[in-house]
């Protein structure tokens, strides 16, 4: 791993940046189109979205301001819950492309299993895929019998599978069986909400001379999960991004790994009502 251009491979052959921005409760307007401008510039070529995060129209005016040529993006996006479904997932990507102004996305997501709903989407993704409009699809927030129910009766294979993933919830279950299908794990609130007062890492960013959020950002890179961290200052998307001149130990490495506690930051993907 060399840089901000490292890409991984995923299973249709499309290539993906390892590390990329997240804009979740960034906020429409200046502070996304700002954010979105500073990241770009500072070398990050993968942003992800949502349409639950009401902010594609600015992601998709940073990216024209910035000048940047399409092919050198990857753009993410996710359909809603409350779109999801055959024909309304098909509706919301359309609408979700017209907001962020692109011809085509790079990676659609299912946002979270609906019950009930969730195999349909599916198969709405797989026809946005098929027609050529996205070049991967994926999922996210999706545990093991989740995409157990989308193997009975679909035929692709989800590129990735989005999830909560940092020091305190490893998720090795789910990442175990991801990898064994060839689904790349991308991590959402790597950096735990910004609780990263945690002895260990502190120990670990005086040992390494650096912050602990590099120290996370690096674990999550060596162990072969995508993640996409979150700032709207500029010196902090520059210094998230400054992890590729040191290696952390397989010994510490696996000091991280046994911080788990199973502890969300977030919602239970098997227990969520929205």
């Keep these: 791993m060399t840089g901000l251009q490292d890409t991984v491979t995923l299973n249709n052959g499309v290539k993906m940046p390892r590390l990329g921005f997240g804009v979740f409760k960034v906020k429409e307007g200046e502070e996304v189109v700002?954010?979105?401008?500073?990241a770009l510039a500072a070398g990050y070529r993968a942003i992800d979205t949502a349409a639950a995060y009401r902010n594609e129209e600015g992601v998709g005016q940073a990216i024209r301001e910035s000048g940047i040529?399409?092919?050198?993006?990857?753009?993410?996006t996710k359909v809603w819950n409350s779109d999801q479904g055959y024909e309304s997932t098909l509706e919301a990507y359309e609408s979700s492309r017209r907001k962020l102004g692109l011809d085509?996305?790079?990676l659609y997501l299912v946002h979270w299993p609906v019950k009930g709903k969730y195999k349909?989407?599916?198969?709405?993704?797989?026809?946005?895929?098929?027609?050529?409009?996205?070049?991967?699809?994926?999922?996210s927030n999706f545990q093991t019998h989740h995409l157990d129910d989308i193997f009975e009766d679909n035929t692709i294979v989800p590129a990735v599978n989005q999830i909560e993933y940092h020091p305190l919830l490893t998720q090795e279950k789910v990442k175990s069986y991801c990898e064994a299908k060839g689904i790349h794990i991308t991590a959402w609130s790597p950096l735990m909400q910004g609780n990263l007062d945690l002895p260990l890492l502190q120990e670990l960013a005086a040992k390494y001379?650096?912050?602990?959020?590099?120290?996370?950002?690096?674990?999550?890179?060596?162990?072969?999960?995508?993640t996409i961290p979150k700032s709207i200052t500029p010196a902090r998307i520059q210094e998230n991004a400054d992890v590729y001149d040191f290696e952390l130990s397989a010994e510490d490495v696996?000091?991280?790994?046994?911080l788990n506690q199973d502890r969300r930051f977030g919602s239970d993907p098997d227990n969520f009502n929205f």
């Design 120 to 139: 349909d989407t599916w198969r709405a993704l797989e026809k946005l895929y098929s027609d050529g409009v996205v070049r991967a699809i994926g999922v």
């Design 34 to 38: 700002d954010a979105v401008k500073a």
């Design 254 to 258: 696996a000091a991280i790994d046994a």
């Design 104 to 106: 085509y996305l790079d």
């Design 209 to 226: 001379s650096k912050s602990p959020a590099q120290i996370v950002i690096r674990w999550d890179l060596q162990k072969g999960v995508l």
């Design 69 to 76: 040529p399409r092919e050198e993006l990857f753009i993410t």
